[in-house]
């Protein structure tokens, strides 16, 4: 008789054992939907940062041309500014 209840103890606790495993997969911390949530939130960041990335080598190049030469300076000055040189004639076509 005695080892009838320890066998029914023994399976038991290894019943509540995988019961607290199973909860802990689907429903604690390192679950695996917030695995996947993090994974997707990672892949996002990461896109992010490779967009910025790419800005930030464009604004590098931007820098290195105006350190260079003055052309680049011009060329803002006349397309965002609206700036003419002298005894020049400043014409804009509407579409």
């Known amino acids: ?3 009838i209840v320890g066998k ?6 290894l019943i509540a054992l995988l019961v607290i495993f199973q909860a802990q997969l689907w429903l604690g911390r390192g679950s ?3 695995v996947r ?4 939130k990672l892949e996002e960041q990461l896109d992010k940062n490779k967009q910025s990335q790419a800005h930030n080598e464009r604004l590098g190049a931007e820098v290195g041309d105006l350190k260079e030469g003055l052309e680049i300076v011009e060329e803002k000055a006349r397309m965002e500014l609206g700036m003419v040189k002298p005894n020049e004639i400043f014409v ?4």
């Open 8 to 13: 029914r103890l023994l399976l038991t606790l």
């Open 1 to 3: 008789m005695p080892d």
């Open 92 to 95: 804009q076509i509407a579409k």
């Open 32 to 34: 695996l939907p917030n």
């Open 37 to 40: 949530a993090m994974q997707h």
